[in-house]
């Protein structure tokens, strides 16, 4: 069975520091991985993925994250927050070869402080 | 068009009323998904079409829920009885791909938000 676990339903930054939203996946097979932002009342925007090349992804908005197969995470980082990074974050999996739905953590709310 | 559009925006229904949700995925995109978001929650899967063949239906939650897509583009949501559970936001995505791994992700629609009360 597949699962995400999102460690901190909130976390809050100062605007300009360290952005780090955590992700850990259970899965017997290295799955593929991504991460998608919800602004208030939007769908949700692809961030980034990893799907087996590079460990180290980047994606939009100055975002990036890094598979750790050893530690099963997929931690989502950005060195300097911005006020317009507030928003909800949600990792999922998607196991290869195994089925078309994604799996979804709870999700991160992030709230950047002035 | 452009985007995945869903519609309507928001849905207020009565205990017991049936609803129908609308989702219109970008144009050629042979992949349609729907997803049940509760307050708080992740997205969870509910059923996922490829054209109008509905391959997978194994998230909807009861016989209550059902889902079409007739001519393998715009698809439809239903709800009979809704239930007071049954409140959260509907999410329709679509993707180009239509098999094997969707490695792409999914194009989200903004969703429909159903309360029920």
């Known amino acids: 069975a597949q699962s995400v676990t999102q460690l901190g339903s909130h976390v809050s930054v100062s605007e300009g520091a360290l952005v780090l939203l955590r992700c850990n996946y259970s899965?017997?097979?290295?799955?593929?991985l991504f991460w998608y932002v919800q602004y208030p009342n939007q769908g949700l925007q692809l961030l980034l993925k990893y799907t087996s090349a590079a460990t180290l992804v980047k994606g939009i908005n100055g975002f990036e994250a890094e598979f750790k197969k050893s530690e099963t995470s997929f931690h989502l980082t950005k060195p300097s927050a911005h006020m317009s990074d507030a928003a909800e974050y949600f990792c999922?999996?998607?196991?290869?070869?195994?089925?078309?739905?994604?799996?979804f953590g709870t999700g991160t709310s992030l709230t950047v402080i002035p | 068009g452009a985007g995945v559009s869903q519609s309507p925006r928001y849905k207020v229904a009565k205990r017991g009323q049936d609803v129908a949700l609308r989702c219109d995925p970008i144009?050629?995109?042979?992949?349609l998904f729907w997803y049940q978001q509760a307050l708080g929650q992740g997205p969870e899967f509910l059923t996922y079409?490829?054209?109008?063949?509905?391959?997978?239906k194994s998230g909807l939650p009861s016989d209550r829920f059902f889902a079409e897509r007739p001519e393998g583009s715009v698809s439809t949501l239903k709800i009979q009885r809704t239930q007071q559970e049954d409140s959260a936001v509907y999410l329709c995505?679509?993707?180009?791909?239509?098999?094997?791994?969707?490695?792409?992700?999914?194009?989200f629609g903004s969703g429909t938000r159903l309360t029920v009360v």
């Open positions: 995505a679509s993707s180009q791909v239509g098999t094997g791994f969707f490695e792409d992700g999914y194009t």
């Open positions: 899965s017997s097979v290295p799955p593929y």
């Open positions: 144009s050629g995109h042979v992949s």
């Open positions: 079409f490829q054209n109008e063949a509905q391959l997978d």
């Open positions: 999922a999996v998607s196991p290869p070869n195994t089925g078309n739905q994604f799996y």
